[in-house]
């Protein structure tokens, strides 16, 4: 067997209860093929994917917190830390009760290929927690992020691992986070991103990673021939990736028509109004049942429906394994050119293989949201010199990433034979750095 199929094999083994985990390393492994073939033999003999696929180090912790009737309630966190080779280790926090151990690794995963495609100093690693901000008061969410960050602390640095947003987790979580780190730990420093504006935040990095979305999706529209202007888009999510990314979308001259949440989702023909959404999602926290009180024309269904939408770029922009087979061949019969995923893994392995096979441009999570942490490596540059770059600076950088980011996946894809192929070409773009790291720090 080859090196490769003998490590898919090994990894199986050893975490046959973790289907996402398996699902990301199956799909990276599959399309390294070609470069580990060509040092199969030196590969082998440093036990370097047997490395790769086996975090650092994992934590896992007792979360306990008194919620508003006196009750004591306990959930579990988490953080993994992947790996170290490229920079201390950075990622966001999930809170949502889906989050499990299989889940946390297949995001510290993914994001050791997609922090390295960013071209900055930056590990991969991933946290979270099952506990489920929604519905709760802010002295719930308050008390559960400080015993959360009680324990975390000592695992974390502005030089070791540091944290930030994801599904659940926004400004508000990573105030509070911020407060308990710096009482417990007496240390101001850069060891959260996604912070506030007035303690240390960077601009642009709330808009960064549905605005990175979309500044890939452009470069990779115009690379093959076509112009985002007057494409109609439909989106799923109505989170801090989704809202960036229709913002985005509009101020480049597309249309977005849908967004979902949980419960179900909008079509709103005229394009999505961004001012009820942000009302909403950012101010009432509310659930988007409620678009309608703001637009009368549009329509909301039950559960899940966004990509049978008839539309000419698809962002999948909710959570992991949203957009599946069937929905694959609904977008390829309504004549979608394009899907980008602005969430970690949203499409089904069967779906990318149909889109690819129907030549649909397939822009994969790893390298089209990377504009987020590569914001949060600005945030933390910010912090260490102790200045505060301007809107337009961040967004500039934010803007030549991405540009760069397509164009070493296409230069990556091309070299290996595989023209179009933005999966393998984000996978061997990422690896061929991490790898390198490795091999020159040795046996660690
Ligand atoms: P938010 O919590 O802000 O928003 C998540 C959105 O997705 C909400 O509309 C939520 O609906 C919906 N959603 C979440 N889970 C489910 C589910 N199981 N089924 C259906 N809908 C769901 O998260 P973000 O926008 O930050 O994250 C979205 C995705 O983007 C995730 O995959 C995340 O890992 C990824 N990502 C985020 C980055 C960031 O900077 N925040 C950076 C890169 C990637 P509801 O409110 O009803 O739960
Ligand atoms: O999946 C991701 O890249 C994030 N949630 C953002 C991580 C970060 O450190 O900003």
């Given amino acids: ?252 001259g597309a249309k977005v028509v849908t967004m979902s949440d949980s419960n179900g989702w909008i079509y709103d023909a005229e394009g999505i109004d961004l001012n009820a959404i942000k009302e909403l999602k950012e101010v009432k926290r509310a659930r988007l049942s409620e678009y309608k009180n703001y637009r009368p024309n549009a329509e909301y269904h039950e559960g899940r429906g966004v990509f049978g939408v008839k539309c000419d770029i698809a962002l999948p922009c909710a959570t992991q394994n949203e957009l599946l087979l069937e929905d694959a061949k609904q977008l390829v019969a309504n004549g979608c050119i394009a899907v980008a995923e602005g969430a970690n893994m949203p499409t089904t392995l069967d779906a990318t293989k149909y889109l690819q096979r129907n030549k649909v441009l397939f822009a994969p999570g790893k390298a089209a949201n990377a504009g987020g942490v590569a914001t949060s490596a600005l945030e933390m540059s910010q912090n260490s010199e102790r200045l505060s770059w301007s809107f337009e600076e961040v967004d500039a950088k934010l803007h030549d990433i991405m540009v760069n980011i397509f164009h070493s996946l296409d230069n990556a894809a091309k070299k290996y034979g595989a023209e179009g192929d933005y999966v393998a070409g984000a996978n061997i773009a990422g690896f061929e750095k991490v790898v390198d790291a490795m091999l020159a720090q040795g046996v660690v």
């Fill in 1 to 252: 067997m080859s090196y490769v199929d003998d490590v898919l094999a090994l990894v199986q083994k050893k975490n046959a209860s973790e289907p996402e985990f398996l699902q990301a390393v199956e799909e990276v492994l599959n399309s390294l093929r070609p470069v580990i073939e060509a040092n199969e033999e030196k590969f082998r003999k440093e036990a370097l994917l047997e490395r790769l696929t086996e975090p650092e180090r994992q934590v896992k912790f007792r979360v306990p917190w008194v919620d508003d009737n006196g009750q004591v309630q306990v959930n579990v966190g988490y953080r993994v830390q992947f790996n170290s080779a490229i920079g201390p280790y950075k990622g966001g926090i999930r809170l949502h009760p889906s989050v499990n151990i299989g889940i946390i690794k297949f995001l510290g995963f993914e994001q050791i290929f997609k922090n390295s495609l960013t071209g900055l100093p930056i590990g991969g690693g991933k946290g979270g927690s099952d506990f489920d901000p929604k519905g709760k008061s802010d002295r719930e969410v308050m008390a559960f992020c400080q015993s959360f960050m009680t324990e975390l602390c000592r695992h974390i640095g502005a030089d070791t691992d540091v944290p930030a947003g994801d599904i659940g987790t926004g400004a508000r979580e990573i105030g509070y986070m911020f407060g308990q780190y710096k009482r417990i730990r007496n240390l101001y420093e850069g060891v959260l991103t996604g912070k506030g504006l007035s303690y240390g935040g960077s601009l642009a990095r709330k808009e960064a990673t549905g605005y990175g979305l979309l500044y890939l999706t452009e470069e990779m529209l115009k690379c093959n021939g076509h112009d985002i202007k007057g494409k109609t888009i439909v989106l799923s999510g109505a989170g801090n990736v989704a809202i960036y990314a229709a913002e985005k979308a509009a101020e480049l």
